[in-house]
Structures are given as structure tokens and as C-alpha cells.
């Protein structure tokens, strides 16, 4: 009859071993949905007819920026501009 216990006793500590596991994933899926849920971002090329070009046009405003410029568009975007690729994301 012990061995019987023993055997009940190992089948629990898996089973709760198991649902810690599952609690901890599930506590690391809230972190990362809370980090990236907080801004969201977006990419526009910027190409030219036959090269990168070195400038990006801020579709919400319609004005120009310098590669490396960094500005705050009237959506309250920040964006970057950077060679053949204009970043935007909330703040």
C-alpha cells in the first residue's frame, strides 16, 4: 500500500509542476502583449524611380525630412527617416 501513495504523491507534483508551467507562459504572454501592445509602428519605403532615395515625405503632413531627421507629425507620430525607409510609430 505505500508504494501506492508514493506513486499518487509523483502523479500530483506533476500535475503541479505542470500547471506552474502553464502559469508562467501564461504570465510571459502578458508581458510581451503589454511591451508591444503599447505603440504600434509602421514602414513606408522611400524609392525613387532608379535609386534609394535620401529623403522621406511624411504622408500625414506632406512634408520633407532628411535622412537620419527624426520629427512629431500632426498624429502625434514620432517618425525617422532613414535611407529608402520612413518608420513611424504612436507615442
Request: with cysteine.
Amino acid at each position: 500500500m505505500p508504494d501506492r501513495y508514493r506513486a499518487a504523491d509523483r502523479s500530483e507534483g506533476l500535475q503541479s509542476g505542470s500547471e506552474a508551467a502553464k502559469f508562467l507562459v501564461c504570465v510571459a504572454l502578458l508581458l510581451l502583449a503589454v511591451r508591444y501592445g503599447e505603440s504600434s509602428c509602421y514602414r513606408a519605403p522611400q524609392q525613387g524611380i532608379y535609386k534609394i532615395t535620401k529623403t522621406c515625405r511624411d504622408d500625414v503632413d506632406g512634408t520633407w525630412h532628411a535622412d537620419g531627421e527624426s520629427w512629431k507629425n500632426s498624429d502625434c507620430m514620432r517618425c525617422e527617416c532613414m535611407p529608402g525607409l520612413m518608420e513611424c510609430c504612436t507615442t
